[in-house]
């Protein structure tokens, strides 16, 4: 691990300042990725400082941004009629153990429960979840020079070695590495807005718009400038979201990665799924929302068949390699079991 300093920052505007001051005053260029950006915000710290301590990442200062969640104006939940207001800056187990999301958003809650460990949710955040990086073995040990993701340009290692665990989904021939968040997925499915703040600015973009597919530069992950942080997660309240289930099929029962994994949420009324919401977990290269399939569920009823057409929907421009293929089977089989679940659930 290189040396580095660090500041504490006590407001929201104090951390967008600080980021915005010390990157400023660094060698960081326009158009680089923020990950690549010698300053980073630190919350929980247990996918930055693991990079760190790999030599994977190497920011030269850190703004500490765990003391924002105990501002008075900050709650880790709101909700009120239309909206569901999810503090980016809440860990996982204040988020997976709250009682509203318990109660009406199961899908986040499982999302949450499911990931890690115990320790790590009391330690990680939600907005350092969605920004995790990708698990693939090459990109984390930096003695394997060919990683375009890590150094631009190097090629790929994985794509022709160990890619067991890597994507099937949005792939390119620069990286197929997977994003490996559970959280994300419930987020993708049920609509989720991103509200982002800078120094001069706050915006808020759709969900699905904050991770970038690899295409030819994986090392550009995500649309945030690198003085901005995320502040919240805003997910509409939809008739679909108490009727909803996140299924993730794994190598151990706990504190592993997804290999396969569905994010379900189905509103039906008088026998027909009028709404479907859906989005796939372990096989994409972001978090994958699959509208093709929620297009083969509207207005059917909620059968084998008609689920079994959905997954060939979901799946149909999936591409594998040797490795990998058998996550074509498994993931459409983890999602027919989650619409078979989500399906028989008394609400
Ligand atoms: C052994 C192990 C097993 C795990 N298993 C799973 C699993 O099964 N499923 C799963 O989903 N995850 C899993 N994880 C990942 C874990 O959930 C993430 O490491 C954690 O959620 C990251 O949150 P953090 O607050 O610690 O982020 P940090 O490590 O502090 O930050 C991660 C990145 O996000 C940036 N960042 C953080 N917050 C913000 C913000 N508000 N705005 C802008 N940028 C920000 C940081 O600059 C950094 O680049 C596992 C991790 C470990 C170590
Ligand atoms: S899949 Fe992506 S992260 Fe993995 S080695 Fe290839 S370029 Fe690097």
Redesign the pocket.
């Given at each position: 691990m290189i040396p580095f300093s660090y500041s504490r920052a006590s407001t929201l505007s104090d951390a967008n300042l600080q980021l915005s001051a010390k990157i400023a005053s660094s060698s960081f260029e326009k158009g680089e990725d923020?990950?690549q950006a010698e300053v980073?915000?630190?919350?929980?710290?247990?996918?930055?400082?693991?990079l760190m301590k790999l030599n994977v990442?190497q920011p030269h200062e850190l703004v500490d941004?765990n003391q924002l969640r105990l501002q008075p104006d900050i709650k880790a939940v709101s909700s009120n009629e239309e909206n569901l207001v999810l503090s980016?800056?809440a860990t996982?187990s204040e988020i997976a153990n709250n009682e509203i999301i318990l109660r009406d958003y199961p899908m986040i809650a499982q999302s949450l429960q499911?990931?890690?460990?115990q320790q790590?949710?009391n330690?990680?955040?939600?907005?350092?979840?969605i920004?995790?990086?990708t698990r693939c073995a090459y990109f984390r040990d930096i003695s394997f020079s060919q990683c375009n993701k890590r150094s631009p340009g190097s090629g790929c290692a994985a794509i022709t070695g160990d890619s067991r665990a890597l994507a099937i989904l949005g792939t390119s021939q620069d990286c197929i590495a997977t994003h490996?968040?559970?959280?994300?997925q419930s987020m993708a499915a049920l609509e989720a807005t991103v509200t982002i703040s800078g120094k001069n600015a706050k915006r808020t973009i759709p969900f699905s718009a904050l991770h970038k597919m690899p295409g030819s530069s994986p090392n550009i992950e995500t649309i945030?400038q690198p003085d901005?942080?995320?502040?919240s997660l805003n997910i509409p309240a939809k008739p679909w979201a108490r009727r909803s289930i996140y299924l993730k099929i794994?190598d151990r029962a706990s504190?592993?990665?997804?290999l396969t994994s569905a994010a379900v949420a189905l509103d039906i009324s008088e026998g027909t799924i009028k709404n479907a919401r859906i989005a796939l977990g372990g096989v994409g290269t972001v978090p994958w929302r699959s509208i093709d399939a929620e297009q083969a569920l509207k207005n059917k009823v909620p059968n084998d068949q008609n689920f079994k057409i959905a997954a060939e929907a979901a799946f149909k421009s999936a591409k594998t390699t040797e490795k990998n293929a058998f996550k074509l089977e498994l993931g459409k089989q983890t999602l027919i079991r989650a619409l078979t679940q989500v399906a028989a659930m008394e609400i």
């Open positions: 923020k990950v980073q915000p630190i919350a929980g710290g247990t996918n930055l400082a693991d990442m941004i980016a800056f996982m499911l990931a890690a460990s790590i949710r330690m990680a955040t939600i907005g350092g979840n920004l995790q990086r490996p968040g559970d959280f994300s945030l901005e942080l995320i502040v794994r504190y592993a990665f997804a």
